[in-house]
């Protein structure tokens, strides 16, 4: 194989600006999911309708990433960033200046359409920018923006609508977006393999047919993931619609594509056990990405009184023990297998989901944050070694597709794990909440015994017989409730166990690859 093609601009530069615009639309997943209430306000509509903000952007980014890697072939790698780029930009400001709803949902599905192009485009950009025997460490700065992105979303989203207004979770991509536009349209060049490549795949039919199915397939799986909870699941005709369309999209897809010479999603990449493994980690991995990014802030402000901000930095620490990692794993992948890494990653987020299990009333800040420093610890391992794994085996000209399918179960992974925590949350609490109720009962001994204890605190407070009464059952029935809160957060956390260490086995079936001098790019 021939060495990766270099550029005349300092790889570093390159791939600090690709991480920076990944950063921008990894961020966006998230940035808006505290604003919904802001943005119902302020354009008077529910949140339920402003939900959609959220779901439109992932259906739409979910949908590009099956024809990323045709139209990054058809038109070149920069070229296609490039655009992608400014149609996230720009659609980004509009968004902040949307006059409705119908307006903002339109713009956000153009922001998602642009945004999910950069992602996979930006990693083969990385890779070709590198000489092989640095490519994990341009992997680690791609890294610290997709993984880091999630964990500021939310504070970040928050304290704009705090403070400023929620229009901002969206203008804040017009500076970025419009100086790293201009920076990697004058320092990215396309390798002259690349436009030899472009030339000779110029007949070459794009699969249309295989597109509409795993567009629709995709995007039906993300509106049923995203609003199945909400709209209670099977009792809405509308997800009972979305499910059916995806079920159908999905049996049609896969002969489909299996067929094809040159299929829109190479399923056969899926089905090859290097690569396959890869998938279903990552799968993984974006489950407890997105599932933690978005429950723990939730359980700390439910449950311990923690303000948006306390929450945000609850999260830095482990953000800032990522960005650590990530140098520390790229210097490990030229020396250490990546199924070792993988595992190892696997059962140090395990760790840290199963001391979760152990929350309680009245943890300090420095127990959750410890353990969400575990888990900044695990992904990178995870991260980094999933990157190198995939790529190995798979050809040059199909790592546009390597890296489309890898992001697709990342974003997958990603709404798969929320969906499940939801769910989860929402069933054990109801559980909790009926076995607890047995024991509180009002002619019970020790529901008497607590009862009059509370009345005697409360009216030695100064309150009168009557209220302090009113006040012991008021506190009772608060204590219930944050224990059932809690109990059911556990709950969570053990099923995020479950799929950490199912990662482990996963991780023995992937092959040796060369480290080192050897490109993971193919053969």
């Not at 139209?71 to 400014?86: E, M, S, V, W």
């Not at 956000?108 to 642009?114: D, E």
């Not at 546009?400 to 499940?420: E, F, K, V």
């Not at 017989?465 to 012991?472: E, F, I, K, V």
Request: charged share 10%.
């Amino acid at each position: 194989m021939s060495p990766a093609p270099r550029h005349a601009a300092n790889p570093w530069l390159i791939a600090v600006l690709v991480a920076l615009a990944s950063f921008m639309e990894v961020l966006d997943t998230t940035i808006a999911n505290v604003a919904l209430p802001y943005i119902a306000g302020g354009m008077g509509v529910s949140q339920d309708d402003a939900s959609w903000v959220v779901t439109t952007y992932l259906v739409s980014n979910a949908i590009i990433l099956t024809a990323s890697s045709f139209l990054a072939r058809r038109l070149g790698r920069k070229t296609f960033f490039l655009i992608c780029l400014a149609l996230f930009t720009i659609s980004s400001v509009l968004c902040g200046f949307a006059p409705n709803l119908e307006a903002l949902l339109l713009l956000r599905v153009l922001q998602g359409l642009g945004g999910g192009g950069m992602v996979p485009v930006a990693q083969s950009i990385l890779a070709d920018s590198f000489p092989p025997e640095k490519r994990g460490q341009g992997f680690a700065l791609f890294g610290v923006a997709v993984v880091v992105a999630p964990v500021v979303g939310p504070t970040l989203g928050g304290w704009l609508s705090d403070n400023i207004s929620w229009h901002w979770c969206f203008l804040i991509n017009g500076p970025v977006g419009a100086l790293t536009f201009v920076l990697i349209g004058s320092l990215l060049h396309d390798a002259p393999a690349e436009a030899e490549q472009r030339r000779h795949r110029r007949g070459e039919a794009f699969d249309w047919i295989g597109f509409a199915l795993v567009a629709t397939f995709l995007g039906a799986l993300e509106v049923v993931l995203d609003r199945g909870l909400e709209d209670d699941w099977f009792a809405s005709s509308f997800i009972v619609a979305a499910a059916t369309v995806c079920a159908l999209a999905f049996v049609l897809m896969i002969p489909w594509e299996m067929t094809r010479r040159n299929p829109a999603v190479d399923l056969r990449m899926v089905a090859s056990r290097q690569f396959g493994a890869c998938f279903l980690v990552m799968l993984a991995t974006g489950a407890i990405l997105m599932a933690t990014t978005q429950f723990l802030p939730q359980l700390v402000q439910a449950d311990f009184g923690y303000t948006a901000t306390w929450a945000g930095l609850m999260l830095s620490p482990g953000g800032l023990v990522t960005m650590a990692m990530m140098f520390v794993v790229a210097r490990l992948s030229t020396r250490v297998q990546p199924k070792f890494m993988i595992m190892a990653g696997a059962l140090v987020i395990a760790a840290s989901m199963h001391q979760m299990t152990n929350v309680y009333e009245g943890l300090d800040f420095w127990f959750l944050a410890h353990a969400r420093m575990l888990t900044g610890v695990g992904l990178p391992l995870i991260f980094l070694s999933i990157t190198a794994a995939s790529y190995d085996g798979i050809p040059p000209a199909r790592t546009d597709q390597a890296s489309a399918l890898i992001n697709a179960a990342r974003n997958t992974g990603g709404s798969i794990g929320i969906s499940l925590a939801s769910n989860i949350l929402a069933h054990r609490e109801q559980f909790h909440q009926s076995r607890l109720v047995e024991h509180v009962v009002p002619s019970g001994v020790a529901y008497q015994d607590t009862l009059q204890h509370l009345v005697g605190w409360f009216t030695a407070q100064g309150s009168p017989p009557g209220l302090a009464q009113q006040q012991a059952a008021a506190w009772i029935g608060r204590q219930v409730q944050a224990q059932v809160s809690l109990l059911a957060y556990m709950d969570v956390f053990w099923v995020l166990t479950l799929i950490s260490l199912a990662a482990v086995p996963l991780a023995l079936t992937l092959r040796k690859v060369r480290l080192g001098g050897a490109a993971p790019m193919g053969h």
